[in-house]
């Protein structure tokens, strides 16, 4: 089925432009404007229907358009161009990381994570650890990293998410359709068959099939149980993001960590080091340490390599949010390999055993960090806070000494930034600000451009925005019959002059989207003023299984669709990397009210600031380091409380204070010209401290010289005695 599509796409393409699929088959073209300019000339209905998705776009586009297209002098003019940047950028040996560190440069950094977001056509994530998996692996290419990473290909993807007329969330999960997505087969050696490998899980084989996506120069390899050499219900073990029971669960994530190794060994690929995202993967560590004792090595000489070449990241700062699983599952599925190892069962089991306040398991963060010999958090806060929670892994030490470190998230510059932020900067900052965008003092020239078109841009983006928002009103109205009440709740009455305030994000309770609800009248008394309205849109999904987010949700939902609210509360369905785009892009406030400190880092309020939105966010994860008293608003209530009621009290309080005090005054005060002169210079205090550090330039750079190259060093020196 793979091999007849792509070779109609090659059919079709006539021999002048026929470099159009393999652009289509790197996802560098999504954060390449002009790649995405030239997929939009190719046929602006598809582009729009497919929701970007070239693939499908080469597929659909009839042959006459494609035959015109090779004759028309601006399109290959275009077509060249964008060509000529993509072999500059993927095969030109020349990178950041080459020139600074030219002695490591052959050796690939492995990342290992159970979610992937690099485009929404490939939906094999489900909220932010995917988004920043992603976006590592975009700027890993753009600086030259050696770099490989591994994951999922789940058959359902992670769902498509629609509201009843109650407001309660359906999942749907749309099959994924390989043929059409920028993925391709990996074969074997002699090209016949597709690569297969396979994993012992307990007593059966699970045989996997290899994808590869490629982003940039980096290559994402993804597993996948679908086939028929397995059983049926083996086939459903990569059909769903984080679905199923704990059995299925572990048997997932021995197939993402040990089957991972396998894929690299069958590839031939040697990695020099190999970063856990999250401990989902960290079963990688067993594999590797069987290598090593089968190799020759005592466990203790085993152990050493294995830590001195091997990263992890945590992200969870709520002891329960760890997996962990009951030793006799366990046993199950790991009694085979501890004689392997040389070890006793007791000595296997310490390396994850671990009580976190419901009896003894075996912790997968545990095992990263025992077996890593670098481990981070992913803010200051979560630093702190990870440091404090595994301070009993390390007894004899000081907390502040327990060796976990911290790197703060950022977010892919080219992929979230709009066209009409881009086109200022390039104008006002320099045409050269995306290369150059981890330069502080570049973006200090913000403060020269003028208010004028920095809220002019703002104000396109956020028509943008809305005019997305209305299309999906209409064609649910149109598809699905919505009715009056559905259309009052999906944003079409908005108010496009007013203050809008985005909150967007998975609907875990801990984020308390109905934290602005908390005070009824208090709230209307803002939404419904006279002269100075405010709006909220919220989006967002619940874990399928997480009734008290769906119930969350609903609570909104019927706000929203309540007459009360007259129509200035929106809940835009099915959040994704698509609408989050227009989200970060077009909101004036990006509101975030997590319970602190249950936030590790965020990462969509900083897509926010770039775009020229402004954070209203309590003091947590990434926002509790950026948030200078000039650049945004930080939701800090007077005092902290134990009591989970009387802090939400609290918080709410200080929140509902911040608006009437100082967001919406700032807002609506305009000069002549209606400009918000107040309000830009905060917009650009934002992104001038925003923009050159809460990035994933600054973030891979940060991983390179603190993480990747130490330990590069240092399992070299091992291997060379
Ligand atoms: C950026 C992004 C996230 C991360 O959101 P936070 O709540 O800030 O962690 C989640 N989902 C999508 C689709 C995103 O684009």
């Known amino acids: 089925?793979?091999?007849?599509?792509?070779?109609?796409?090659?059919?079709?393409?006539?021999?002048?432009?026929?470099?159009?699929?393999?652009?289509?088959?790197?996802?560098?073209?999504?954060?390449?404007?002009?790649?995405?300019?030239?997929?939009?000339?190719?046929?602006?209905?598809?582009?729009?229907?497919?929701?970007?998705?070239?693939?499908?776009?080469?597929?659909?586009?009839?042959?006459?358009?494609?035959?015109?297209?090779?004759?028309?002098?601006?399109?290959?003019?275009?077509?060249?161009?964008?060509?000529?940047?993509?072999?500059?950028?993927?095969?030109?040996?020349?990178?950041?990381?080459?020139?600074?560190?030219?002695?490591?440069?052959?050796?690939?950094?492995?990342?290992?994570?159970a979610e992937f977001g690099l485009h929404t056509s490939l939906p094999i994530y489900s909220g932010g650890l995917g988004v920043l998996s992603g976006d590592h692996t975009k700027e890993a290419s753009?600086?030259?990293?050696?770099?490989?990473?591994?994951?999922?290909?789940?058959?359902?993807?992670?769902?498509?998410?629609?509201?009843?007329?109650?407001?309660?969330?359906?999942?749907?999960?749309?099959?994924?359709?390989?043929?059409?997505?920028?993925?391709?087969?990996?074969?074997?050696?002699?090209?016949?068959?597709?690569?297969?490998?396979?994993?012992?899980?307990g007593d059966r084989e699970i045989h996997l099939r290899i994808w590869e996506a490629l982003a940039g120069r980096a290559r994402l390899y993804l597993m996948d149980a679908d086939i028929e050499q397995n059983a049926p219900w083996d086939r459903q073990l990569t059909a769903r993001l984080y679905g199923g029971d704990q059995e299925m669960r572990i048997q997932q994530e021995i197939l993402l960590g040990i089957g991972g190794v396998y894929i690299l060994r069958n590839l031939g690929i040697k990695p020099g080091v190999w970063h856990i995202n999250e401990g989902h993967s960290a079963f990688m560590v067993l594999e590797r340490l069987r290598e090593y004792v089968q190799a020759g090595m005592s466990f203790e000489e085993a152990k050493e390599r294995v830590q001195a070449s091997t990263i992890f990241t945590t992200h969870t700062p709520v002891p329960a949010g760890h997996d962990a699983f009951p030793f006799m599952m366990i046993d199950k599925y790991f009694s085979h390999l501890w004689e392997e190892l040389g070890l006793s069962r007791e000595t296997f089991l310490d390396m994850g055993s671990h009580d976190g306040g419901h009896g003894?398991?075996?912790?997968?963060?545990?095992?990263?960090?025992?077996?890593?010999?670098?481990?981070?958090?992913?803010?200051?806060?979560?630093?702190?806070?990870?440091?404090?929670?595994?301070?009993?892994?390390?007894?004899?030490?000081e907390e502040k000494d327990v060796p976990i470190g911290h790197v703060t998230n950022g977010v892919h510059l080219p992929s979230w930034v709009g066209q009409a932020m881009n086109s200022l900067y390039r104008k006002h900052i320099s045409p050269d600000w995306m290369t150059r965008q981890d330069e502080k003092v570049l973006w200090g020239r913000i403060d020269d451009m003028p208010d004028?078109?920095?809220?002019?841009?703002?104000?396109?983006?956020?028509?943008?925005?809305?005019?997305?928002?209305?299309?999906?009103?209409?064609?649910?109205?149109?598809?699905?019959?919505?009715?009056?009440?559905?259309?009052l709740a999906s944003g079409i009455f908005l108010d496009p002059d007013a203050l809008v305030i985005g909150f967007a994000r998975r609907f875990a309770t801990y984020k308390r989207a109905n934290l602005i609800f908390r005070d009824i009248e208090r709230l209307k008394a803002l939404i419904h003023h006279r002269y100075r309205p405010v709006q909220?849109?919220?989006?967002?999904?619940?874990?399928?299984?997480?009734?008290?987010?769906?119930?969350l949700m609903q609570e909104i939902y019927n706000y929203a669709r309540s007459p009360e609210f007259g129509g200035r509360i929106a809940f835009v369905e099915d959040y994704d990397m698509h609408l989050a785009r227009y989200?970060?892009?077009?909101?004036?406030?990006?509101?975030?009210?997590?319970?602190?400190?249950?936030?590790?880092?965020?990462?969509?309020?900083?897509?926010?600031?770039?775009?020229?939105?402004?954070?209203?966010?309590?003091?947590?994860?990434?926002?509790?380091?950026?948030?200078?008293?000039?650049?945004?608003?930080?939701?800090?209530?007077?005092?902290?409380?134990?009591?989970?009621?009387?802090?939400?009290?609290?918080?709410?309080?200080?929140?509902?204070?911040?608006?009437?005090?100082?967001?919406?005054?700032?807002?609506?005060?305009?000069?002549?010209?209606?400009?918000?002169?107040?309000?830009?210079?905060?917009?650009?205090?934002?992104?001038?401290?925003?923009?050159?550090?809460?990035?994933?330039?600054?973030?891979?750079?940060?991983?390179?010289?603190?993480?990747?190259?130490?330990?590069?060093?240092?399992?070299?020196?091992?291997?060379?005695?």
Request: with cysteine; charged share 25%.
């Open 1 to 113: 089925m793979t091999e007849s599509s792509q070779v109609s796409i090659q059919e079709k393409l006539p021999p002048r432009i026929s470099r159009l699929e393999e652009l289509a088959y790197n996802f560098w073209w999504s954060w390449h404007r002009p790649s995405r300019e030239l997929f939009k000339q190719v046929d602006r209905t598809l582009w729009t229907t497919t929701r970007h998705n070239p693939v499908q776009i080469l597929l659909g586009v009839p042959e006459e358009r494609l035959d015109r297209l090779a004759h028309d002098p601006i399109f290959l003019r275009d077509y060249d161009a964008v060509l000529m940047e993509l072999d500059a950028d993927i095969t030109n040996g020349d990178s950041w990381y080459t020139q600074a560190y030219p002695e490591v440069c052959e050796s690939p950094i492995a990342y290992f994570s």
């Open 142 to 201: 753009d600086l030259g990293l050696p770099f490989v990473a591994v994951g999922f290909l789940y058959e359902q993807g992670y769902f498509r998410q629609r509201l009843d007329a109650s407001g309660w969330q359906e999942a749907i999960y749309p099959p994924l359709n390989p043929d059409e997505v920028a993925l391709r087969p990996v074969f074997c050696e002699d090209g016949d068959a597709c690569r297969v490998i396979s994993v012992r899980v």
């Open 360 to 397: 003894g398991a075996f912790n997968m963060t545990k095992l990263a960090l025992m077996m890593a010999g670098r481990t981070n958090g992913v803010s200051v806060l979560h630093g702190e806070v990870s440091r404090k929670m595994w301070h009993s892994l390390w007894p004899e030490r």
């Open 452 to 487: 004028e078109e920095l809220w002019e841009a703002h104000v396109h983006l956020k028509m943008k925005m809305f005019s997305t928002i209305r299309e999906r009103a209409r064609v649910s109205r149109i598809t699905r019959a919505a009715s009056p009440e559905q259309l």
């Open 536 to 551: 909220f849109i919220f989006a967002g999904k619940a874990h399928p299984a997480d009734d008290p987010g769906k119930l």
């Open 583 to 721: 989200l970060v892009q077009g909101v004036d406030i990006w509101l975030n009210t997590p319970r602190r400190p249950m936030e590790a880092s965020g990462t969509s309020g900083m897509k926010a600031a770039f775009n020229g939105g402004i954070n209203l966010s309590i003091l947590d994860g990434w926002w509790a380091e950026a948030y200078n008293g000039r650049n945004g608003w930080a939701i800090q209530p007077e005092e902290m409380y134990n009591d989970l009621y009387q802090q939400d009290d609290a918080d709410a309080n200080a929140l509902y204070e911040l608006l009437e005090n100082e967001v919406v005054p700032l807002y609506y005060e305009r000069d002549r010209g209606d400009i918000p002169h107040g309000w830009v210079s905060m917009m650009k205090e934002s992104i001038r401290t925003v923009g050159p550090q809460y990035s994933t330039r600054r973030m891979v750079k940060e991983y390179t010289e603190k993480y990747y190259v130490p330990a590069l060093r240092e399992a070299r020196e091992l291997e060379e005695g």
